[in-house]
C-alpha cells in the first residue's frame, strides 16, 4: 500500500507533467511589472519558518540562482512563507470583504489549536512558468487541518476559491521567487541541479497565522497567529 508520502509525490509529479504540457488547471497568480507595487492582496494561512530555515533557503536556492539571473523578484527573507490554506485568491479589488476575515479569524481560533504540529520534509524545487517553489511532502496531520477549515469555511459562507489539482493529498510549498520574463536554460538547469542535491532536515511546523498579503507578502496584515498541539 502506498505510503501518504507516495501519494504527496504523485500529486507533485502529476502538477509536474501539466506545467510540462502547458496543461496546468491550479490557480496561478499573473505576474505584474513590479511585485513590490503589486495593489492586488489575498485571504490566506501560512506559517512563517523559523529562521535556520530562511537562512538555508537563502543560502542554497536563492543566493545561487540570484548570481545567474538578477532580474526576478526573489522573496526577501521576511517574506517567506508556507502556505497552509488559501481562502482567497490574489485579486485587486479583494475576493473578500472585513467581515470574511473576521468569520475565517473566529474559525482558525477554533480548528488550528485541535490539531497538531507536522512535519515538512522539503525535498525538491519545482520550476512553474511564473514561479519557482520549495516542495515537501508532509505528515498526514496538514490534510487534516486543511479539510477541517474547507468545512467550517464553506459552513461559514467564505469557500476557498482557488483551483486545486485534487482534494487531498495536500502538500508543504513556499514560493521562492516570481518570474518578470521566461528564464534561461542556464537557470533552468542550475534549478534542476539544486533539485537533485538539496538536502533538508524534517522541518515541524508548530504555528498557522491567519493573514492578508500581497503576491511577494512584502505587504501584509496578520490577523491571528495560533499554536499547534505538541
Given amino acids: 500500500m502506498a505510503s501518504y508520502q507516495d501519494n504527496q509525490r504523485n500529486v507533485i509529479d502529476a502538477i509536474e507533467k501539466q506545467i510540462q504540457t502547458n496543461s496546468l488547471t491550479v490557480s496561478t497568480v499573473s505576474p505584474v511589472d513590479d511585485y513590490q507595487k503589486d495593489s492586488r492582496i489575498c485571504l490566506t494561512s501560512v506559517h512563517f519558518p523559523k529562521e535556520f530555515l530562511v537562512q538555508k533557503i537563502q543560502e542554497t536556492v536563492i543566493d545561487p540562482l540570484r548570481d545567474i539571473e538578477p532580474e526576478h523578484f526573489y522573496y526577501p527573507r521576511d517574506s517567506l512563507h508556507m502556505t497552509i490554506k488559501n481562502i482567497r485568491i490574489i485579486n485587486d479589488p479583494p475576493h473578500f470583504t472585513d467581515g470574511d476575515i473576521q468569520k475565517a479569524k473566529a474559525i482558525f481560533s477554533d480548528v488550528i489549536p485541535r490539531h497538531r504540529k507536522f512535519n515538512v520534509y522539503f525535498y525538491r524545487l519545482l520550476l512553474f512558468p511564473l514561479n519557482l517553489a520549495l516542495i515537501g ?39 521562492l521567487a516570481r518570474f518578470k520574463n521566461p528564464v534561461s536554460d542556464t537557470f533552468q538547469q542550475k534549478v534542476g541541479e539544486l533539485s537533485r542535491t538539496i538536502s533538508f532536515a524534517p522541518y515541524a511546523v508548530d504555528s498557522v497565522s491567519l493573514a492578508t498579503g500581497s503576491a511577494m507578502f512584502t505587504k501584509r496584515n496578520v490577523y491571528g497567529t495560533w499554536e499547534l498541539q505538541e
Avoid: M, Q, W
Avoid at 158 to 174: A, E, L, T
Fill in 137 to 175: 511532502t508532509t505528515d498526514p496531520e496538514l490534510d487534516s487541518i486543511i479539510l477541517d477549515l474547507d468545512r467550517k469555511l464553506i459552513e461559514a459562507g467564505v469557500p476557498d476559491d482557488k483551483k486545486y489539482v485534487n482534494d487531498k493529498y495536500f502538500f508543504g510549498n513556499i514560493t
